[in-house]
């Protein structure tokens, strides 16, 4: 029988393992915040053992799963801004390419000193 993560198997039943069903309910939590499964794995495999043991608290790591979380998702959305900014600068004419292009990097350098 293969055990789902999240639980354990005593006495013939399925019974909750409290830390990994919240390392279950982050990975929702995740998602819904809009990252997607190789983000998430990634940031699960940086900040939760792959076993949990004993005296093991996923809260006291979750300040840092979020932060993290939360810088790749404003890379992640500085990317598709600089995507949409570049399909945008091919229908500009050249003077208002310039000018759009350089407040397009003051808005990109201002992120990326926030993201670091």
């Not at 939590?29 to 900040?47: P, V």
């Not at 004993?54 to 992640?76: H, P, Q, R, T, V």
């Not at 500085?78 to 229908?91: P, R």
């Amino acid at each position: 029988m293969d055990i789902p993560y999240g639980y354990e198997l005593k006495n013939g039943k399925l019974v909750v393992k409290p830390e990994e069903a919240k390392v279950v309910k982050l990975i929702y939590t995740l998602s819904g915040f809009g990252l997607n499964e190789e983000d998430i794995t990634r940031l699960l495999n940086q900040h939760v053992p792959k076993e949990t043991k004993k005296g093991y608290n996923l809260d006291d790591d979750l300040y840092e799963i979020y932060l993290s979380a939360y810088k790749l998702k404003l890379a992640n959305l500085v990317n598709e801004f600089e995507e949409s900014a570049e399909s945008l600068v091919s229908s500009l004419q050249d003077e208002k390419y310039d000018m759009f292009r350089q407040q397009t990097q003051d808005i990109l350098s201002s992120i990326h000193s926030i993201i670091k």
